[in-house]
């Protein structure tokens, strides 16, 4: 593969435009943008995650994953009509979910987000995959986005729960949980 990006900067943004993988251009805050823009913003964040201190490999190599399902999600968006994501993608998510949910106990309260600094990185993904899911869906409400999209960062955000728990337990021994009573 040649160089894909070997001019940066193009000037062809500077009237409030930019393209999608298909030639196209829209408004950059156009509703498909937003929603490529958070999930973005959001790889970036693991990526962030993902090089906190002495994170579990098991986890490492999960997040790295969701990267890649990530960048596909962004090219998917980028070229209305097309498909990257497939069955296989949510599968994992859901797979990985099962398997770092069995190590944990139940969970009987809220949970504060923090509890280490992985841990805390992790649920501010999970905040993040929230606001990318609720971008895709207002895009899904103008125009034609594919379910599979939206399931997968209902998963990934349920994903990133999960691995908050596991992170604070790894980093502090437990999770900070709600105290509702401290009031009353």
């Given at each position: 593969m040649g160089n894909r990006l070997s001019k940066i900067v193009t000037r062809t943004g500077d009237e409030g435009t930019t393209?999608?993988?298909?030639?196209?251009?829209?408004?950059?805050d156009h509703a498909r943008i937003e929603a490529i823009g958070t999930i973005d913003e959001l790889n970036s964040c693991i990526g962030l995650l993902r090089a906190a201190p002495a994170l579990p490999e098991a986890a490492s190599r999960c997040l790295l994953r969701v990267?890649?399902?990530?960048?596909?999600?962004?090219g998917e968006l980028s070229i209305p009509g097309s498909?990257?994501?497939?069955?296989?993608?949510?599968?994992?998510?859901?797979?990985?979910?099962?398997?770092?949910?069995?190590?944990l106990p139940p969970l009987k309260e809220f949970i504060l987000?923090?509890?280490?600094?992985?841990a805390a990185r992790c649920h501010l993904a999970r905040?993040?995959?929230?606001?990318?899911?609720?971008?895709?869906?207002t895009l899904a409400h103008v125009e034609n986005t594919r379910?599979?999209?939206?399931?997968?960062?209902?998963?990934?955000?349920?994903?990133?729960?999960?691995?908050?728990?596991?992170?604070?337990?790894?980093?502090?021994?437990?999770?900070?949980?709600?105290?509702?009573?401290?009031?009353?």
């Amino acid at each position: 593969m040649g160089n894909r990006l070997s001019k940066i900067v193009t000037r062809t943004g500077d009237e409030g435009t930019t393209g999608l993988g298909d030639g196209s251009r829209v408004a950059k805050d156009h509703a498909r943008i937003e929603a490529i823009g958070t999930i973005d913003e959001l790889n970036s964040c693991i990526g962030l995650l993902r090089a906190a201190p002495a994170l579990p490999e098991a986890a490492s190599r999960c997040l790295l994953r969701v990267q890649h399902d990530l960048f596909d999600l962004g090219g998917e968006l980028s070229i209305p009509g097309s498909s990257l994501l497939t069955e296989a993608h949510v599968s994992a998510a859901e797979a990985d979910i099962e398997a770092f949910n069995e190590q944990l106990p139940p969970l009987k309260e809220f949970i504060l987000p923090g509890g280490g600094e992985a841990a805390a990185r992790c649920h501010l993904a999970r905040t993040i995959a929230r606001r990318a899911e609720r971008r895709c869906w207002t895009l899904a409400h103008v125009e034609n986005t594919r379910s599979l999209a939206l399931i997968y960062l209902n998963r990934l955000s349920d994903l990133l729960f999960v691995l908050s728990r596991l992170l604070a337990r790894h980093e502090q021994g437990s999770e900070i949980l709600w105290d509702r009573s401290r009031f009353g």
